[in-house]
């Protein structure tokens, strides 16, 4: 029987955590808009850097699985001020190893990240871009209950466009 965890990563696992975002920058390049290119020349500073603001849970939320005791997953989200809205959350980051797939590790991360940040009574909503080809991601967040609120044109730096769904989620 298998056993989905959901857990903070202390700082300390960064290399854990950075070996899980390598691997979902270069197994599936086409669902995120970091490169693995660019992710790969991170040092130490940075991937701990960014356990530690998650650790606050704040203005960042970071949480993993662990299928029967390993790494498999990733869910993160940010506030969106001074960008957006403040009582809006900004949903990254959401990877499932292959091998773990099909098995509800998305969603219990999703649903796991969703009730930590209802204890924080000013977020209502939780916003999420997903490209419109990333269809196993789509079916994951309708099954969590976001819905499709608008199609734009997601542009990166480097020149490079993307047709994307923007989701929302209320949330609890
Ligand atoms: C999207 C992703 C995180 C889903 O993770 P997962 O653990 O396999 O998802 P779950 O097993 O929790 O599935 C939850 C729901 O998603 C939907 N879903 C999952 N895989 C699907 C697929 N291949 N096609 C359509 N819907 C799918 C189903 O509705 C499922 O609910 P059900 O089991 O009740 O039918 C995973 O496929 C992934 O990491 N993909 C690559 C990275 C990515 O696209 N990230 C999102 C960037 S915005």
Known sequence: ???????KLSPDRWEEYRDLRLRSLKEDPEAFGILYEDAVKEDEIFWRKLLEIAEKEIDHWKFFAELNGKLVGIVSARITIPAGDGDTVKVQEVFVANEARGKGVGKKLMNYL???ISKHPQ???AKIKVFTSQKPAIGM???VGAKIVDKIEESWPDGRTNETYVMEKALP
């Open 123 to 125: 977020f209502k909503k």
């Open 1 to 7: 029987m298998d056993e989905v965890e959901i857990i």
């Open 114 to 116: 969703f009730k930590e």
């Open 141 to 143: 967040y309708e099954s």
